[in-house]
């Protein structure tokens, strides 16, 4: 091995390249052996995910809310619907999927008697950060760069985008050695992209843990649908715009 690689030491053996990809996720083993984990949120939100084989009754994503979270339903093919229940850490006692799926009426009668088709997945703590994105011969790519929270759905977007990003300055950056400092300009590009995506998420966070806010909020974009329309379209426009 010379200066000039990056070696990644696996069961198999060692892997020897001019670069390192970091997309393995949100807890990303590589991010924390690069020293890139930055300070824990003190707030923990937990999620539970399970497929149902059901023809989806919309072709939207449904958010269902309590006061201690959501679920959210997305279609996922013409057949199956997939279910994210998440919750903040220690208000729910014993949050299996029974116990979580009961905590919204309107979506029990939905599925009915609907069979889960897949395996229960788990994911949290979700809000996790890097104090940067890159190290030498590093890049930190997708939910391994950084994670707010699922309720705005924006994950992969947000991973395939910067996967984009880092394709249109991989040429330069391994023109230089993948040092640290070639990679500033992937690293401003995706801060910008993540922008949008972070001013999203938190906001939505906010109205979702205040219920009373919450019932104002959506009763009143209820009776002014064009006002939801434009508030929707400006937080697209924000996300594209940084991308």
């Known amino acids: 091995m010379n200066s000039n690689e990056a ?16 997309a393995d996720g949100l807890h990303s083993p590589l ?15 937990l999620a539970l995910r399970q497929h149902y084989k059901i ?12 006061d201690k979270g959501e679920a959210v339903v997305t279609p996922v093919s013409d057949q199956s619907v997939g279910i994210n229940f998440v919750w903040e850490d220690g208000v729910i006692e014993q949050p299996t999927i029974p116990i979580l799926k009961a905590r919204f009426p309107g979506l029990l009668a939905r ?7 897949s395996s229960i997945r788990g994911a949290g703590p979700m809000a996790r950060a890097a ?33 984009l990003i880092l394709g249109m300055h991989l040429p330069e950056i391994l023109k230089h050695n993948a040092t640290k400092e070639s990679m500033q300009p992937y690293e401003r590009a995706a801060r910008r992209l993540c922008r949008g995506y972070w001013v999203v998420t938190n906001g939505l966070l906010m109205v ?15 009776r002014h649908p064009g006002i939801f329309r434009e508030l929707m379209s400006g937080a697209m426009r924000m996300m594209i715009s940084a991308a």
């Open 131 to 163: 104090t940067r994105r890159n190290s030498d011969r590093l890049v930190l790519v997708g939910d391994a760069a950084g994670f707010v929270d699922s309720i705005s759905g924006d994950g992969l977007s947000i991973a395939f985008n910067s996967a």
């Open 55 to 66: 023809r989806p009754w919309t072709n939207f994503v449904e958010v269902y809310l309590d």
């Open 31 to 45: 991010r924390k052996a690069a020293g890139l984990d930055a300070a824990r949120n003190r707030r923990r939100r």
């Open 208 to 222: 979702a843990r205040h219920s009373r806010a919450r019932r104002m909020i959506i009763n009143s974009l209820m």
């Open 7 to 22: 070696v990644v030491a696996t069961t198999q053996g060692k892997i020897f390249g001019r670069q390192v990809v970091a």
């Open 111 to 117: 599925l009915g008697d609907a069979p889960p088709i």
